[in-house]
């Protein structure tokens, strides 16, 4: 077959996924930048260009600071944490233990399971007066209408329901490790927690950098359980309300589709930071073999 | 890790009473099933049902018919225009989802497709996540059995469809599963395109069941429960392939 054919199948067999990806994905990504920088009226019907008004109003705008600190707090808080927890089960499931794909299956459960009938059962048990975590504490807490707990609370159901996926992303990594590097270490009397300091932390960095990079994008948009768990009366909702949160209340509750675009822009630029700061730092503390 | 599970279990048998009882009531004295049938008769539980599998499937589907298409050709041909026309797909995942949900929203209202079901999937016909993985896997197949298809005289799509695609069925599996799980769980979208009762999906419907309900915790986790099980079991059954899939996501990156 010669080559001008094959390109035709080539361009074919890649048309609807190409096609699809620039109408719904590519274009959008533009018009919201563009969205941005107009006043629309009339359900988007008239436009008017009024430059970086939206961004200037943004920036004046108290709340804007407020909700970009939540999220940033909420990060700083899941992902350390997140990744705590899941590197520490990954190493207790991978040393040989009975039973390790039901515990397996425990843990990925909560990953399964629709955000928003688990935030229902976590309303339940944070309930102030007949919740479980307050009886089986014995505490006194409204953890989801306090402002000082809500973002606990939220911090709480986040880790539960993600560390079952990147515990098993750090088990792939520990089981990759090779066991001859482990029985070299043994001999030069590396045993307990020096063989985790100094022979498996090292090795796992690739799949913590990761890790990292993915849980980071996740977190910076948390919606889903600041809207299920929190909801639209709460007075911890200030305390709590994230960048994706105001974008949804701007452009779908009050309508103002141009000040909404121009938050998730900047939600955008953050992720674009983030991530870059991180590849940037890669070198400092990924070690590749 | 499974106290939520349990409690959700044990709530939703319980009465309104021992639900929100204090000293708190951990076994309900007798337990009954009236709190499922009241979930189905109260709300539109059938339509939530019914529209988060079409859009499901339909999410799942077309992404993975058109993904493993395109990732063998990027994979496996060279032809112009290669390098840039896949930065241009994989380019979108770097870009948060929400960015994305306004111009989609007004490109539903201009079609007339805001409140329908068809406004649920059509965004989601094409997955970029799903071609950048698929097409890992197409790298990491050796070359000689498709270099024997192609000196027996077959045309790319048949060598794609006969000889290729068979050899990635467990990736395939992996992909059909994440899709139906994301596809079933998502929350944000179906909040924003549809508002009317019966174009909810379980995930938005969920939502407005608390407001119907309020403080009627049995029939809120039954809800709950009955919105679960199909993951639940799909997971249960693919449990080996899925964390395989997860696993083989983390190597590549």
């Given at each position: 077959?010669n080559?001008?054919s094959r390109?035709?199948w080539?361009?074919?067999m890649?048309?609807?996924?190409?096609?699809?990806t620039?109408?719904f994905?590519?274009?959008?990504?533009?018009y919201?930048i563009y969205?941005?920088f107009l006043?629309?009226?009339?359900f988007g019907?008239?436009?008017h260009?009024?430059?970086l008004?939206n961004?200037?109003k943004l920036?004046k705008?108290k709340e804007?600071?407020k909700?970009?600190?939540n999220?940033?707090?909420?990060t700083?808080l899941?992902?350390?944490v997140?990744l705590v927890?899941?590197t520490?089960?990954?190493?207790?499931l991978n040393?040989k233990?009975k039973g390790q794909?039901v515990?397996r299956?425990?843990?990925?459960l909560p990953?399964?399971?629709?955000?928003a009938?688990?935030?229902m059962?976590?309303i339940?048990?944070?309930?102030?007066?007949?919740?479980?975590?307050?009886?089986?504490l014995?505490?006194?807490?409204?953890w989801?209408?306090?402002?000082h707990?809500?973002?606990?609370a939220?911090?709480?159901v986040?880790?539960?329901?993600?560390?079952?996926f990147?515990?098993l992303l750090?088990l792939?990594?520990?089981?990759?490790?090779p066991?001859?590097?482990?029985e070299?270490?043994e001999?030069?009397?590396a045993?307990g927690?020096?063989?985790f300091?100094y022979?498996?932390l090292?090795l796992?960095t690739p799949?913590l950098?990761?890790t990292?990079?993915?849980?980071?994008?996740g977190?910076?948009?948390?919606?889903?359980s600041?809207?299920?768990l929190i909801?639209?009366?709460n007075?911890a909702l200030?305390?709590v309300?994230s960048?994706?949160?105001a974008?949804?209340q701007?452009?779908f509750?009050y309508?103002?589709?141009n000040?909404?675009?121009?938050?998730v822009?900047?939600l955008?630029?953050i992720?674009?930071?983030?991530t870059?700061?991180?590849f940037?730092?890669?070198?400092?503390w990924?070690v590749?073999? | 890790m499974?106290?939520?599970f349990?409690?959700?279990?044990?709530?939703?048998?319980?009465?309104v009473?021992?639900?929100t009882?204090?000293p708190?009531v951990?076994?309900?004295a007798?337990?009954?099933?009236s709190s499922y049938?009241?979930?189905?008769e109260k709300?539109d539980?059938?339509h939530?049902y019914?529209n988060t599998?079409f859009?499901?499937?339909?999410?799942?589907?077309?992404?993975?018919?058109?993904?493993?298409?395109a990732?063998?050709?990027?994979?496996r041909?060279?032809?112009?225009?290669?390098?840039?026309?896949f930065?241009?797909?994989?380019?979108?995942?770097m870009?948060?989802?929400?960015v994305f949900?306004t111009?989609?929203?007004?490109l539903m209202s201009?079609?007339?497709?805001?409140n329908?079901?068809?406004?649920l999937w059509i965004?989601?016909l094409v997955?970029?996540?799903?071609?950048f993985m698929?097409?890992q896997?197409?790298l990491?197949i050796s070359?000689e059995l498709?270099?024997a298809?192609?000196?027996?005289?077959?045309n790319p799509?048949?060598?794609?469809r006969?000889i290729m695609?068979?050899l990635v069925?467990?990736a395939?599996?992996?992909?059909?599963?994440?899709?139906l799980?994301?596809?079933w769980?998502e929350?944000?979208?179906?909040?924003i395109?549809n508002?009317?009762?019966?174009k909810?999906t379980?995930?938005?419907?969920?939502?407005?069941?608390?407001s119907?309900?309020g403080t009627?915790y049995?029939?809120?986790?039954a809800?709950a429960?009955?919105a679960?099980?199909?993951?639940?079991l799909l997971?249960f059954?693919f449990?080996?392939?899925f964390?395989?899939?997860?696993?083989f996501?983390?190597?590549?990156?």
């Amino acid at each position: 077959m010669n080559s001008r054919s094959r390109y035709v199948w080539a361009y074919a067999m890649i048309a609807p996924t190409l096609i699809g990806t620039v109408l719904f994905w590519s274009w959008p990504a533009i018009y919201s930048i563009y969205l941005s920088f107009l006043k629309s009226e009339n359900f988007g019907m008239i436009n008017h260009w009024i430059g970086l008004a939206n961004y200037e109003k943004l920036f004046k705008d108290k709340e804007f600071w407020k909700n970009l600190r939540n999220t940033l707090y909420y990060t700083v808080l899941f992902v350390p944490v997140t990744l705590v927890f899941s590197t520490l089960f990954a190493v207790l499931l991978n040393a040989k233990i009975k039973g390790q794909s039901v515990y397996r299956v425990i843990f990925f459960l909560p990953q399964v399971t629709m955000p928003a009938a688990a935030a229902m059962v976590w309303i339940v048990l944070f309930a102030h007066d007949y919740g479980l975590i307050n009886f089986v504490l014995g505490t006194d807490v409204a953890w989801i209408s306090d402002k000082h707990f809500a973002m606990i609370a939220l911090v709480i159901v986040g880790v539960w329901g993600a560390i079952g996926f990147n515990m098993l992303l750090i088990l792939a990594g520990l089981q990759g490790i090779p066991r001859s590097l482990y029985e070299a270490g043994e001999i030069d009397g590396a045993v307990g927690l020096r063989k985790f300091r100094y022979i498996t932390l090292p090795l796992l960095t690739p799949t913590l950098f990761f890790t990292t990079v993915v849980l980071m994008i996740g977190a910076t948009q948390i919606f889903d359980s600041i809207y299920l768990l929190i909801g639209k009366t709460n007075v911890a909702l200030p305390a709590v309300r994230s960048l994706v949160y105001a974008y949804y209340q701007n452009s779908f509750v009050y309508y103002d589709q141009n000040y909404g675009a121009a938050i998730v822009d900047i939600l955008l630029i953050i992720n674009l930071i983030l991530t870059g700061v991180q590849f940037a730092f890669q070198k400092k503390w990924v070690v590749y073999d | 890790m499974i106290i939520p599970f349990g409690w959700m279990i044990l709530t939703s048998f319980k009465t309104v009473t021992e639900a929100t009882q204090i000293p708190v009531v951990i076994f309900p004295a007798h337990p009954d099933w009236s709190s499922y049938a009241k979930a189905f008769e109260k709300s539109d539980f059938t339509h939530y049902y019914l529209n988060t599998a079409f859009a499901a499937l339909m999410k799942t589907l077309f992404p993975v018919i058109f993904s493993s298409m395109a990732a063998y050709a990027f994979a496996r041909i060279r032809f112009p225009g290669r390098t840039l026309l896949f930065f241009i797909i994989i380019s979108v995942m770097m870009v948060p989802n929400p960015v994305f949900y306004t111009p989609q929203y007004l490109l539903m209202s201009k079609w007339g497709l805001v409140n329908t079901v068809t406004a649920l999937w059509i965004c989601s016909l094409v997955s970029p996540f799903a071609t950048f993985m698929l097409r890992q896997f197409f790298l990491g197949i050796s070359k000689e059995l498709e270099e024997a298809a192609i000196l027996d005289g077959c045309n790319p799509f048949q060598t794609f469809r006969y000889i290729m695609l068979p050899l990635v069925k467990s990736a395939l599996v992996a992909i059909v599963i994440i899709q139906l799980l994301w596809s079933w769980n998502e929350l944000q979208w179906p909040l924003i395109i549809n508002s009317s009762p019966d174009k909810l999906t379980l995930s938005s419907g969920l939502a407005t069941l608390v407001s119907m309900f309020g403080t009627n915790y049995p029939v809120l986790m039954a809800g709950a429960i009955m919105a679960v099980i199909p993951m639940i079991l799909l997971f249960f059954i693919f449990q080996k392939r899925f964390i395989e899939g997860v696993a083989f996501s983390a190597h590549k990156g």
